[in-house]
């Protein structure tokens, strides 16, 4: 049964602030919106930066862009604060207003005072929030979060993060909404293995560990295979995307002496992302920090094992062990042996891109989650609906 909008005149704001050309909440926020409009919400995204393909795919979808050409990537916070007139605007005809992103204390202050007396905030977080050690950093962490009706988390392991901040509106548990999957190819018929990265070369992804980690998985790998004189197998890693970090990190597999087998390809257009992702074999994440990462689930989606260290949301992605490995400690020597691991099993062919896929799909299947969303959208219409 399709589920419909409580009431098809609901307003929903999606506050997003800074919108990058690449990126997680706003991949999510593609989604999210453009489902919600097919089901007879008034969506508006508010944001500031550059015109890029995932607004244009926003846009076609007859959803609203308010938006300043700021220029992306701009680190001194200013957008935030030149954004507001116009999302106080905005937020005066919202039902709802969803921020992918928490502002300063003093912004959602003057969007709460600006919005109308029904009107819900609900934040979906990217990150865990921890508990500051400073009591006056404390209390406003909690002051800001509170002026939230509900709280979205993508792994149950937030929620007592923010039980300890004493958070007090309500929390839900909830992927963000993947993209469907277009395709399921077999894995590349190789003898060589071919590991992928898909994501931003920044600190967060950690991918310095990732070629500290390969670098000794090579030696593993050589080791075990060199018995067999005629066996040619070799491994390579296919790193997909760009950021700050791409030139040092290139002199780094330099300086390890992998560079021959490193290739960096720098950013993959949305719509080459299918065919970056079917070339390899299985996908590795060494992240610091993590919120739900949406290009594991889109890897997941076309049948590509994972391996990831134990950040995020990536405990709850990997818990079922068809979907890869978790990393509970991550180094070179501990994330090399979970990556020898997956490869193993590829090498013996148990594991299949059709049973990831459907795996995966169990949970994180984009029209069931487009319907708890409608289901906890309307949930917090209901005193709208009825006035």
């Known amino acids: 049964m399709q589920l419909k909008a409580a009431n098809t005149n609901n307003k929903v704001l999606f506050y997003c602030g800074g919108f990058a050309p690449v990126g997680g909440v706003e991949t999510f926020g593609r989604n999210l919106l453009t489902y919600l409009q097919s089901k007879g919400f008034d969506c508006t995204l508010l944001c500031w930066g550059q015109f890029s393909p995932l607004l244009e795919v926003i846009q076609q979808k ?3 862009i308010v938006r300043i050409p700021w220029r992306w990537g701009c680190n001194l916070n200013l957008p935030d604060w030149i954004l507001l007139p116009w999302g106080i605007e905005e937020i005066k005809k919202a039902d709802i207003v969803i921020l992918g992103k928490l502002f300063p204390l003093k912004i959602l202050q003057k969007m709460r005072l600006a919005a109308n007396k029904n009107t819900k905030f609900v934040y979906i977080t990217a990150h865990r929030h921890l508990l500051p050690e400073n009591l006056t950093q404390r209390n406003i962490l909690r002051e800001t ?6 709280i979205l988390v993508q792994s149950s392991t937030f929620v007592q993060d923010l039980q300890d901040i004493a958070y007090q509106g309500s929390v839900e548990v909830i992927p963000l909404i993947p993209q469907e999957s277009k395709r399921l190819e077999a894995l590349p018929m190789s003898s060589e293995i071919k590991i992928g990265f898909l994501g931003r070369l920044v600190k967060e992804k950690n991918v310095h560990l990732l070629l500290e980690s390969f670098q000794y998985l090579q030696s593993l790998y050589n080791s075990k295979f060199q018995k ?9 890693l296919h790193i997909f995307g760009d950021g700050y970090q791409r030139q040092e990190l290139e002199k780094f597999a330099e ?3 992998i560079r021959n087998d490193v290739i960096f390809y720098g950013n993959v ?4 992302v299918g065919d970056a992702i079917a070339e390899c ?6 992240s610091r920090s993590e919120g739900q990462c949406l290009a594991a689930l889109e890897i997941l989606a076309s049948g590509r094992p994972i391996v990831a260290t134990n950040v995020g949301a990536f405990s709850e992605i990997l818990s079922d062990s068809r979907l890869g490995k978790l990393v509970e400690f991550a180094n070179p020597k501990n994330y090399a042996y979970g990556l020898l691991d997956i490869i193993n099993l590829i090498n013996k062919q148990v594991i299949s891109p059709e049973v990831i896929c459907s795996t995966y799909l169990e949970k994180y299947d984009a029209e069931k989650l487009g319907e708890r969303y409608i289901k ?3 949930s917090l219409c209901i005193p709208v609906c009825q006035k």
Do not use: E, W, Y
Request: proline share 3%; glycine share 2%; hydrophobic share 40%.
């Open 62 to 64: 007859q959803v609203k």
């Open 145 to 150: 979060l509170n002026l939230f009706d509900m």
């Open 228 to 236: 067999n004189a005629d066996n040619n197998s070799r491994i390579s």
């Open 255 to 257: 300086k390890l002496g």
């Open 269 to 272: 257009p949305n719509h080459q």
């Open 281 to 286: 074999h299985l996908f590795a994440f060494t």
């Open 376 to 378: 906890i959208i309307n």
